[in-house]
């Protein structure tokens, strides 16, 4: 408490576990925190609520997995609808998905589905929507996309297949992405945030030499691992 002084010290992890915690965020109106804390072995991760004027903390999730924790976007989260729910990504049901909670622990909703992962969070201005980074079209692309608060039909936004991360510009309007193809590396290109709009390149990296040459593009092929699940090479 800075007009106190008062130091309150809070135990975030259980007895006898190492662990990195991290603030990821505050609300808007600066009482209440989300937290990460990770086991130093990344088998646990547990997100927490904390009150900035009690101390209180309130566990949101514990993730626990014997092989590894700590997936894409272990660090999304944020506040919206008035600092009373949260979001984070998860690997609960094995894929990085989106979910929702209240702060205070209740309505736990998943929000995204499916044999693949959210990458990338962030929410819209007027806390209608979230933008998402999927993998959705393919393991071997990344596409951006606009998704209802509530979840629900995902709305597509580039277009070019390849890997795409894209960037919204303040008003929302216009996308700063950085787009590469298996034949091409990452350049930057601007685009209206319109679904399928054109893309205007900004940067080019590599030599002539190298632009001119005729590169094969490479097929990707599953092999079966030890445990019979497919694996690209």
Not at 59 to 74: I, K, R
Not at 142 to 151: A, C, E, L, N
């Amino acid at each position: 408490s800075l007009p106190s002084g008062t130091v309150k010290w809070i135990a975030l992890t259980p007895p006898g576990r190492a662990a990195n915690t991290n603030v990821v965020g505050w609300n808007a109106q600066g009482t209440e925190a989300l937290v990460f804390s990770n086991s130093l072995d990344f088998k646990d991760r547990w997100l927490y609520s904390v009150s900035a004027d009690s101390g209180k903390v309130t566990l949101l999730e514990a993730l626990h997995d014997s092989a590894w924790v700590g997936g894409p976007c272990n660090r999304c989260a944020g506040f919206f609808d008035g600092g009373r729910r949260a979001y984070y990504v998860s690997e609960a049901d094995g894929y990085a998905h989106l979910y929702s909670i209240g702060v205070d622990g209740s309505d736990r909703r998943q929000l995204t589905q499916g044999k693949w992962e959210v990458t990338g969070v962030s929410l819209s201005r007027d806390e209608r929507s979230f933008y998402l980074t999927t993998s959705e079209q393919s393991p071997f692309e990344s596409h951006f996309y606009r998704m209802p608060i509530d979840g629900g039909a995902r709305v597509k936004i580039t277009g070019p297949v390849g890997g795409h991360a894209a960037v919204l510009s303040p008003d929302e309007s216009m996308i700063a992405d950085v787009y590469s193809t298996p034949t091409h590396p990452p350049e930057l290109y601007v685009a209206s945030s319109a679904p399928g709009a054109e893309m205007h390149q900004v940067t080019t990296s590599p030599t002539a030499a190298f632009l001119a040459f005729p590169w094969m593009k490479p097929e990707i092929v599953m092999v079966p691992a030890s445990d019979g699940a497919p694996a690209p090479a």
